[in-house]
Structure formats: structure tokens, C-alpha cells
């Protein structure tokens, strides 16, 4: 059952966690309990087991939160230094980011944590202009804002039904099955990272065609089934997107459902990647496909600054060798497998991303699985994707000292391509026909 939204929803966004927060008050905020209006550079940390902050003459203190209410809305913003973007990927790195809406402190444990709270609307000007370039055409813009809000009102209603948030995983002596979502999030609706999506406030320039993006699409959200689609997206898909219980928890959403990302089916490939030898050429391969782009313009659309760091993204080599796997492996399972002798494809989804895959060393042997952390454990931060194939080289007494992961995509490739929707978009494809697309058997609807 669709729910009932009399108003525009807002959102608590959580920015960072730390020890101390150091945050500037540009306008005037009202904090409960105060007659003044406060404004100026503040330091927040814990003292005493209580929120404690700093002003230079002046200090103020709570038991558990603090909440700036902005007396003007549309003038006021707070600045918030060393907000970590990219967590634990390739591009990790601290930006000072400025934020609209109501600031809230909340101590958590020895920590500190900062929620952004505001409208919807206004977030996702922000999500639109941080998740790919505000510049990008209006088509794309568009479908971007529908299935951004679609998620984000979807998870809202499955946090009313989630009673624990413990770790998704299945442990065994012979297998580690873990996948990550939402749930990990108890103190805010999401997070401003990739985790869930990017937000990085008022930071990011938006553009006139954001704001007439979301605007234009306000409360239309993607249905199927008279429920909210959980609608997911991600940088490129490879050519297929992925099944979502491929890749979180094992529940099947028809529409997102795989979908060959392309007019026309490319009869060079054969997609049953259950026969290890499709995937292979797949993976290796240069199938048609609408993510399949070079070209810059429209790649600069989805990729911004720091993305563009990737040179490769549709297909990719890392290479490594034995010591430097065998160390790296180590450190991200906490489990010493001796040298890797072998790595070996268990299960693959639709798209070819593996959902297992078995470690074979001379001390250990362990099946790991879901996509995320596969990728976790073959990279220093994530690999680009799990659609992989790995070759040995240069085998001494059954000893590989050499490796090259071949890969496809970016990202867990469930949902929207967000490469291949800036290229249908440059092509002419209406938001409405990408989204049909990407998410089969859906509705638009406008919720408020």
C-alpha cells in the first residue's frame, strides 16, 4: 500500500561522525532554550559524557543532542570542515562541504554525529548535482531526481518494518556471505556518501536544469505492485544490470530484474554466464552496449572531477602480484591463507558480477560472497566491480606469483546505469522511456 504524504517529507541526512566537529553558523540559528540567535566557528566534542561546545568566550552543553533551527531558510547555512567523501573507495578524501537546514548534534557512544534535516526537494537538487555534473541534459537530470526519490522514500518505509540492524551475513568454517545496506543507519534516514547516495549540500554548483528537474518532477516517485520501487543505480553496468538479490538481501524485486543495456541484443555473446567460458569473452570482451561510450561529453555528465580519476571504466586490468595479494587478502579477512594458489568463480549473477567466489591458498580455503565484499577483499579500497576474471601467471611449484583481475563495469550494476541513461538522454530518450528501460513493469505516480 502506497503511503499517504499530506506534506513534502523531509529527511535526516547524517554528514560525518568523529570525535570533534568543527562547524561555521553563517546567518542566524536558533537553538531551544536560548534567547539569542547564534552564529560564528563552533568546536563540538564530548566532555564529561556531554555535548560540549565551543565558541571562543562562549560554551554551551547537552545531555545527549543539540539542534540550530536556520530563522531563514533560504539565506542561512552552516559549513562543516573534513567531511570524508568516498569512504574506503579509490577516491577517499576530506572536503569542507556548506549545508541548508536544521543542523543536529547527537552523541553517539565516545562520538559525535552531525545530521543535516530538511525537505526532500531541497535534498535532492543537492543529490542531483553531487551524484553526476549539474550540467548534465534535462532528460537525465530528470530521471536521476525520480529514482533518487524513489529510493529514499522506499527506505523510509522499510525502516518502519526493520527491528534489528545487525550485520547481514552467513558465517561458516567454509564460507563468509556478507552484504551491506541501509539498515546500518539507526540515528538518520541516510548517509551523505556513496554508501547510500551523494550528498554534498549546497557544496556542489547546481544549475537552473536541476532545480527544473526536481521541480518538474516533485513527488512522482517509480511503483510496482502498489509499493514504492526500492529503485538502485549505479556508475555503469557493464553492458547488463544485475539482480538485487544477487547483491543485498535475497529477496526478488521484478523490476529490478536484469536488463541488457542496449536497443538490440549483441549476438556475439552468449549471456549464460553459469558457463564459465561466456563470461570470459563477456567480460573481456567490447559488447554493444548504451554505458559502451567514449565520449567525453557525455561522460563528464556522470563522471565529476575526482570520478574522472578513472580512466577505465566499462572494462578494466588491475594487476598484482603473489606477495601483494596474498598480503592484501590477509589484511582484509583478518585470515592468513598462505600463498593464493588459486581463485576460483563459484556463482555468477546475470550480469556476470560474482556472488562467490572460492579462495584457494596453501593454509586456507573459504568461499566469500556477496558483490561488495569480493570487491573489498581483491583491492585496497573496492574493486570497480565483481564482474571478474582472474588469470594466473608465471606459476612456479604451483605457485601463481602473478595476477590480473580482467572486469567489467562499475558499481554493483543493480537499477539505473547512470552511463548508459546519459547516453539514451543524448540520444533522445524522454526520462519516462530511460526509466522504463532500466526498471520493467513500473508506474510513475505523484505522490505529493
Not at 605457485?399 to 543493480?414: D, E, M, S, T
Request: hydrophobic share 40%.
Amino acid at each position: 500500500m502506497l503511503p499517504d504524504y499530506k506534506n513534502k517529507p523531509s529527511l535526516h541526512i547524517g554528514i560525518l561522525s568523529q570525535k570533534k566537529i568543527l562547524f561555521e553558523l553563517s546567518g542566524e540559528y536558533c537553538v531551544h532554550g536560548l534567547s539569542k540567535t547564534l552564529n560564528g566557528l563552533f568546536t563540538a566534542s564530548i566532555k564529561e559524557n556531554k555535548i560540549n561546545l565551543e565558541n571562543g568566550s562562549d560554551i554551551l552543553s547537552a545531555e545527549s543532542e543539540i539542534i540550530f533551527e536556520p530563522k531563514n531558510f533560504d539565506f542561512d547555512s552552516f559549513l562543516v570542515q573534513d567531511v570524508i567523501i568516498g569512504i574506503k573507495f579509490h577516491w577517499q578524501r576530506k572536503e569542507e562541504e556548506r549545508f541548508k537546514g536544521t543542523l543536529k548534534l547527537i552523541k553517539d557512544g565516545d562520538d559525535l554525529t552531525l545530521i543535516n534535516i530538511l525537505p526532500i526537494e531541497d535534498y535532492l537538487v543537492s543529490v542531483n548535482s553531487s551524484e553526476m555534473s549539474a550540467t548534465s541534459s534535462i532528460e537525465l537530470l530528470k530521471a536521476h531526481a525520480i529514482v533518487t526519490r524513489s529510493w529514499l522514500l522506499a527506505q523510509k518505509e522499510k525502516s518502519k518494518e526493520i527491528k534489528n540492524y545487525n550485520t547481514n551475513s552467513s558465517l561458516t568454517d567454509d564460507e563468509i556471505i556478507k552484504w551491506y545496506d541501509r539498515e546500518e543507519h539507526k540515528l538518520y534516514d541516510v548517509c551523505a556518501d556513496d554508501h547510500c547516495q551523494r550528498y554534498q549540500g549546497i557544496s556542489k554548483i547546481s544549475t537552473e536544469a536541476v532545480k527544473q528537474a526536481v521541480s518538474q518532477t516533485s513527488g512522482v516517485v517509480l511503483v510496482s505492485e502498489d509499493k514504492i520501487c526500492d529503485a538502485r543505480f549505479s556508475k555503469s553496468c557493464g553492458g547488463i544490470s544485475e539482480s538485487f538479490e544477487n547483491v543485498w538481501e535475497p529477496v526478488k524485486h521484478a523490476y529490478l530484474s536484469p536488463v541488457i543495456d542496449s536497443k538490440y541484443k549483441d549476438t556475439m555473446f552468449d549471456i549464460n554466464f553459469s558457463e564459465e567460458d561466456n563470461a570470459v569473452k563477456w567480460i573481456k570482451g567490447n559488447p554493444a552496449a548504451f554505458c559502451n561510450s567514449s565520449d567525453r561529453k557525455i561522460l563528464s555528465q556522470i563522471l565529476l572531477d575526482y570520478d574522472q580519476e578513472t580512466a577505465d571504466y566499462f572494462r578494466w586490468v588491475v594487476s598484482y602480484s603473489q606477495k601483494e595479494l596474498s598480503q592484501l587478502i590477509m589484511d582484509k579477512s583478518g585470515i592468513d591463507f598462505g600463498n593464493i594458489l588459486d581463485l576460483i568463480p563459484v556463482e555468477r549473477g546475470a550480469s556476470a558480477r560474482l556472488i562467490k567466489l572460492k579462495i584457494v591458498g596453501s593454509k586456507k580455503v573459504l568461499t566469500v560472497g556477496k558483490e561488495l565484499e569480493i570487491r573489498r577483499m581483491l583491492s585496497p579500497t573496492h574493486l570497480y566491480s565483481a564482474a571478474i576474471v582472474i588469470e594466473k601467471f608465471d606459476v612456479v611449484d604451483n605457485i601463481p606469483l602473478r595476477f590480473k583481475i580482467f572486469g567489467a563495469g562499475w558499481g554493483h550494476g543493480v537499477g539505473l546505469c547512470q552511463i548508459g541513461a546519459a547516453v539514451m538522454a543524448e540520444k533522445g530518450y524522454k526520462y519516462d522511456e530511460i526509466l522504463s528501460h532500466y526498471f520493467k513493469n513500473t508506474k510513475l505516480i505523484k505522490l505529493y
